[in-house]
């Protein structure tokens, strides 16, 4: 992910890392204790997602009682689509920058831009065909997402080029593989079996692997609930591999087609025993509610952005 600076996580890892030094987190609040309370699940082979979990648009938790009860799909929106087209445009081009520099050699970062941006549309199309299989936009919306996924491509490319230059004048003599350990942000994805701790048996988790904190990379609105899909990524690490997992990243990206900036904001946070118990409380009420069947009922207010408001206010069931 090029619009995120290594220099610049590393610095907010050390400041979370002195307030973790103060607070500490409770062994068993760590996923390695999937075995014992309040970590463990008492719902046996049920599951939820983490974005189901994550997700707390509605306080009560009627959207997991319409989806996995009442089998109500998320209706579809366009900020829906924009979301998965985006996410994919953006893993995409990680992929081709770094299949380009491992066949192609060591290249300036003039070259790299040459030769990825003629991709942009065979990239940007491909992620447009990932949203549609979600549903279909109007056509006007349909082409704003075509000029979001472009500036986005675009915007990716030449941050590429700039670190690789980067990378090149302070490590001239360096190898391939070096260089692009360097040029490349060192975030992978991590496929993880959250079923210990009763999530999704095959989740896809973004790592910053010095400090082995988790990624988060969100195309809307900042919201206060986006902290627990970090927690229950660290939680299925901890429980599916064993390893310390204390520190997270929300990444926001604005992408506006009429704007020639793409904005980004990272918002830190450290996964302690108040998050913790916070995301397992929700956990257990979601699957008491896939368990039971029992609608929860409406909450006393309903965000109007919620993906099931049409649902609960349009006439839906």
Known sequence: MFFVSKADLDKRVRLMRARLQEIGISDSLRGWNWDKPPVSSMYGD??????????????????????????????????????IVLHRVASETLTYVKRTLYSKGIMSGADLIEELLPRADDVCSKALEAGLKFGRPSDLELETSKKKALRLYRFLIVQAGSQLDLTLSKFPHAELDSVISQAVPPIVERRVDGSLIGLSKE???DIYVPAYAVVDLKTGEMRPFHKYALTG??????????????????????????KPHIKVRVKSVLIDDAIRKEFLDIRDEA???????????????CPFYCPYYPVCHGGGR
């Open 287 to 301: 699957l008491r509610i896939v368990d039971t069947g029992a609608d929860p009922g409406m909450p006393s207010r």
């Open 203 to 205: 989740l896809a988790v």
């Open 233 to 258: 990524y660290a939680l299925a690490l901890e429980a599916d591999e064993e390893v310390e997992v204390n520190y997270g990243f929300t990444i926001y990206l604005r992408v506006e087609p009429d």
């Open 46 to 83: 049920l599951y939820v997602s983490v974005s189901e979990v994550a997700g707390r648009y509605c306080e009560t938790l009627r959207d997991i009682y319409l989806r996995r009860v009442l089998k109500i799909p998320v209706p579809f929106s366009i900020k829906l689509f924009d979301g």
